[in-house]
């Protein structure tokens, strides 16, 4: 399996439940790598956080429940609904990437509500031509303070 089994797959999950039932029994590794998070960060050549502020890795289900207080870095993971259209404003930017790490890699980044449409745009055309997609990406409001 690939993807990013320490932060949100739910594979480790579904085999301990089948080793549970006892019907089978086998043994598997998890190979540590590159989460697409750390991909991310380093693809747009940014931290996930700034000096002495948190970062918050969520969904994009949670996140459209809110932005996180206290929060100013916040990296989405499992988005379908583009949640990080609703926070299209002058004071946030946003570093996001479809398939991370690999030839089809896609980048941008900049100004939230400048950035959103293309995100947008590029994200349809690729998940028609693919199929799917596998997106991750930071909000980082300005600072607050």
């Known amino acids: 399996m690939w993807g990013d089994p320490s932060l949100y797959d739910s594979t480790l999950g579904i085999l301990e439940e089948v080793l549970e039932r006892g019907a089978v029994a086998f043994e598997y590794d998890v190979v540590p790598g ?21 970062v918050q890795i969520t969904t994009g289900r949670r996140l459209a429940e809110g932005f996180p207080a206290d929060v100013d870095d916040v990296v989405v993971m499992l988005d379908a609904h583009q949640t990080f259209r609703q926070y299209a404003r002058e004071d946030a930017d946003i570093y996001w990437g479809a398939y991370l790490g690999t030839p089809d890699e896609i980048l941008v980044s900049g100004p939230i509500a400048e950035a959103s ?4 745009r590029l994200r349809a055309e690729a ?10 990406y930071l909000l980082r409001l300005h600072s607050r303070d």
């Open 117 to 120: 449409p293309r995100i947008e």
């Open 127 to 136: 998940r028609a031509r693919k199929g799917w997609i596998m997106d991750t």
């Open 34 to 54: 590159i989460s697409s998070v750390s991909a991310l960060a380093a693809r747009h050549r940014t931290g996930l956080t700034r000096v002495a502020r948190p």
